[in-house]
């Protein structure tokens, strides 16, 4: 076995995306957007949104196509986005699939079955709403998908926040 000083996956400096390396310089807050309910419960980590104000309040996400969560919001269906705090980089990590989670990614956290979908207890804010528009072309390699905001509950911790790599 060798072990090497240098990360075994990463791109050689001329082949790196200068826009993944934009984006990983862009400090953004980390949300586990949830929708289902029991064995149907489908989560993933975001940090493409933008919270845009008005009546009602609409949350732009950009999703990878072939994921879980985008598979399953559709117009109407109802959502939450829940936006990590303190602490929960490690959940973060493993609703983005880069974790295990044995018994489901679920199990970590302590969740509960809202009226939108699962809420994470801890979180810094839980946004409920419902799918208005799923985007009809993709934009990059994401899928723009837009909720329209039913109710906000904010809590008095700071968001976790992703740049470069790491959260804070």
């Known amino acids: 076995m060798t072990i090497h000083d240098e990360h075994p996956f990463l791109p050689p400096e001329g082949e790196r995306s200068v826009v993944r390396r934009l984006r990983g310089r862009w400090p953004a807050g980390v949300a586990v957007v949830t929708t289902g309910t029991g064995r149907s419960r489908v989560g993933l980590t975001v940090s493409s949104l933008v919270v845009v104000d008005g009546d009602p309040g609409v949350v732009l996400m950009m999703l990878d196509p072939l994921s879980d969560l985008a598979e399953a919001l559709s117009t109407g269906v109802p959502c939450v986005v ?7 980089g490690e959940l973060a990590e493993v609703f983005a699939g880069q974790a295990p989670a044995p018994g489901g990614r679920f199990t970590v956290g302590r969740w509960t079955d809202g009226t939108h979908g699962p809420e994470l207890a801890g979180a810094s804010a839980v946004a409920r709403g419902h799918v208005s528009q799923v985007a009809d072309h993709e934009t990059g390699w ?22 470069r790599g790491t959260y804070r």
């Open 82 to 88: 829940n936006v990590l705090g303190p602490g929960q």
């Open 142 to 163: 994401s899928v723009r998908h837009e909720v329209e905001l039913a109710s906000v509950d904010l809590a008095e911790v700071a968001p976790l926040r992703h740049e």
